[in-house]
Every structure is written in C-alpha cells, then in structure tokens.
C-alpha cells in the first residue's frame, strides 16, 4: 500500500501567519528573494510541505502561532509605535510581553486615545484597515469653540477639501447644551483627517477618542487596559 503524497501548503499564508503581515506583505517578501524554502529561492505562488524547511530574512521559522486578537484602550500621551518617540511612552509598556509581537491595526496619534487592535493576523489587519472594506470609525470630538451650523452642514453634507482630497464626515450631538462635543461617524482613516478637517474652518480639536472601530466597541474597557476578543 502506497501512503498518501503530503499535502501542500500555502506559503503566502504560511508567511503572513508567523509574520503577523499581510498576505500582499508576504508576497513582497517572496518576490524581492528573502524567502528560502530547503535552500532554495521561493517563487510567488509557491507551496510547501510539512516539515520543510522556510527562511526569511535569514531566520528559520518553526513555531506554530496562533491567532491573537486584543483591544486596548489607549490613553494620551502613548504612541502605537515599537520604539519610544522623544519622552512618549509605546503602547507595549501596557502589555504583557508575551503579547509584544502584535502589531496594531492601524494608528491612534500620541494626542488620540480609545480603542486600538493588535493582532499577528495579517490579512485580518489588512481588511480593517484598507479603504475597500468599509470599517466605520466613531470618535467623540471636543472643539475649543462652538462649531457653527453652516460648517456642520458643509462637513456633513458636501465635505470640505483637504491637500489629499475631500474629507466628509457624520456629525452628531452629544448633547443639547453646547456645540462643542460632537460624535463623529467616518470610513475613512487618513492621517490626523478629523483634526485636519476641523482645523481647515479654523477649529481646534481638544479631545479626540475614538470608540468604535468596525465591529469592536471600546465598551467598559479601561483607559490603559486590555481585552481579548476574536476576529469578527
């Protein structure tokens, strides 16, 4: 009796995986020839069997990872960045290090706070965040000043033009007694694009926190802490 031939792999899938990268990131590694599989360069395309041998960079890799989903409430003043920037503290001195090879989905600036992900899913990061799929984003905006009814109707309705192109937005009241807090609804998420748009009609962002990110909401998750969740 002749055993079964092995089953092959994806090695893409395999890379994006162990990497925490996309599986567009992946097959950027493939193709510039950082990829060896048993010695030999890999091609875009290329699968693999059990028990090969797969090199990136010039590092082995043999431990099998499981995907990792968690929600951090990110205070003021922390950066989603590896390394410290200046006196700003990295969103991993409030993480275990056994979660340190996660990677954030996305960014919140050092002057942001609320929900950030992080996860070892690179194609889960890459659908969350790339402009096709559609992730809502809400914030909750605190302006200096009051925000007049024309500009709320000119950023809600018609969108107000950035260098990088139309920035529109959902606005809604927080409340009844000022026109400074405001619940901001996007799909977009180009860099610093709410403060932009406030500030190119002439308003200051004082607070920016964001709750919501796709399907995930910050919930009672407190500032500085984590949870766990699954990928949905």
Known sequence: MTSDPPSLLRLNK??????????????NLIDQRKVTINGQPATLGARFCEGDKIIVNGKE???KVEY????????????????????SPTIYELLPESLHNLKPVGRLDRDTSGII??????????????PSFYKVKVYNVRLEENLAPLHQQMISDYGVKLEDGPS??????????DRKSWIVTMHEGRNR??????????YTVNKLHRTNFGNYALGDIQSGKFEVVGSR
């Open 14 to 27: 395999h890379l994006a995986l162990h990497l925490g990268v996309s599986r567009r990131e992946a097959d």
């Open 61 to 63: 890799l043999i431990a």
């Open 68 to 87: 990792q989903y968690i929600a951090l409430n990110k205070p003021l003043g922390y950066v989603c960045s590896r390394k410290q920037q200046g006196d």
């Open 117 to 130: 992900l992080l996860t070892n899913d690179g194609n889960f990061a890459y659908q969350m965040t790339h």
């Open 168 to 177: 529109k937005l959902q606005l809604e009241r927080m409340n009844d007694t």
């Open 193 to 202: 694009q709410i403060r932009r748009t406030f500030g190119s009609l002439g």
